[in-house]
């Protein structure tokens, strides 16, 4: 069947490609309907690698998907034929001290797709377990689906930061990334989120969201901002989501004494950390790595309406315009927060 081919770096194709399509007892095959596209399909596009993981020979890409259920093995319980879903593209080994732990995505063992060797699912089908493929409620689209793997980022984060009511809280970096975090943060009882960027565009996006003030660090510094909404106290929880060194220095004047700080961002090198900052403040200091147990909450608060993510959805291209896609993907328009590639009709 035709795939989108990542055959090496910078090269692309749509193409055809043999993908194992065997449906095991506890797997469901999956029609996929919509794709998200990735940062990380972007980087492995013009890069070729992200860290240890490096493309050696040709890789569908796409790990952002909802689908229509075509088959399903004969020891599923929970999904139907016809069932419209999305997916966890990780897939843990279940007999995993991780996984028994519940902490299935820091399984070293876990098959990630479109990360290499393991194809994404860029294609029309693909075979699943049904353990990780998860029923889209009535009122949520097979677009709002697809961008549950992004929110679920942002859940995480929420998640570890374990929010109070009414807390106060200060993302760094307003991408795709830093906006799902944001969201969440006032999903799980943020009274006010401030994000900061240094591009008006990225920030005008997060701005139509009611509790998310926007930061332009180019005209202001975001801890004279932090300071002077809360009385010169400090953001309860702090989410470093841009990945910037440049985020680390003063990142612990943003914060509360006793106050959380959650990283999110993946730097590229090592970075420099104010040990004595955070100490003196006895801060907490949270990770992020994927997320687990969160796609059915995440589609619980979309279906429920208190998470739009329909307005991130910034274009839709049809599957036979996919390279041109991934080439606006990878010019990194700012004003671009996700685009998506639908390969069937419907809604
Ligand atoms: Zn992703």
């Given at each position: 069947m035709q795939a989108l081919v990542l055959e090496e770096k910078g090269v692309l194709s749509l193409r055809d490609i043999d993908l194992p399509l065997t449906v095991?007892?506890?797997?469901?095959?999956?029609?996929?309907h919509t794709v998200g596209i990735c940062g990380s399909d972007v980087h492995y596009y013009t890069h070729g690698r992200i860290g240890p993981f490096v493309l050696r020979e040709p890789m569908v890409l796409g790990h952002e998907a909802a689908g229509t259920v075509v088959e399903v093995g004969s020891a599923v319980k929970h999904l139907n034929v016809g069932d419209r879903v999305c997916m966890e593209p990780g897939v843990p080994n279940l007999s995993s001290r991780a996984s028994k732990l519940g902490l299935y995505n820091v399984d070293p063992d876990v098959r990630f797709w479109a990360t290499p060797p393991v194809h994404g699912v860029l294609a029309p089908f693909t075979v699943h377990p049904a353990a990780f493929t998860y029923k889209l409620p009535d009122n949520v689209s097979f677009a709002e689906g697809a961008m549950v793997e992004p929110f679920a980022i942002g859940m995480q984060a929420a998640t570890r930061a374990r929010i109070q009511p009414g807390d106060v809280a200060a993302v760094i970096g307003c991408g795709p990334i830093g906006i799902m975090v944001a969201?969440?943060?006032l999903a799980a009882g943020c009274s006010r989120v401030f994000i900061s960027d240094l591009s008006s565009e990225k920030l005008a996006v997060a701005e139509q969201y009611p509790g998310i003030l926007p930061v332009n660090i180019l005209e202001r510094s975001f801890a004279?901002?932090?300071?002077?909404?809360?009385g010169g106290w400090g953001a309860d929880v702090v989410f470093e989501a841009s990945g910037s060194p440049r985020a680390?220095?003063?990142?612990?004047?943003?914060?509360?004494?006793?106050?959380?700080?959650?990283l999110v961002g993946l730097p590229v090198e090592k970075v420099a950390v104010d040990v004595a900052g955070a100490i003196s403040k006895e801060v907490r200091i949270e990770t992020v790595?994927?997320?687990?147990?969160?796609?059915?909450?995440?589609?619980?608060?979309?279906?429920s309406g208190k998470v739009d993510?329909?307005?991130?959805?910034?274009?839709?291209?049809?599957?036979?315009?996919?390279?041109?896609?991934?080439?606006?993907?990878?010019?990194?328009?700012?004003?671009?927060v996700k685009l998506q590639i639908r390969l069937a009709d419907g809604t």
């Open positions: 095991g007892p506890d797997d469901v095959k999956i029609a996929i969201l969440a943060a004279e901002v932090i300071a002077e909404a809360t680390f220095d003063g990142l612990f004047e943003l914060v509360r004494p006793g106050g959380t700080v959650v790595f994927r997320y687990a147990n969160i796609f059915d909450r995440a589609l619980e608060l979309i279906a993510l329909k307005p991130l959805i910034t274009g839709t291209y049809d599957f036979a315009d996919s390279i041109a896609a991934f080439e606006r993907a990878a010019a990194g328009n700012t004003s671009d």
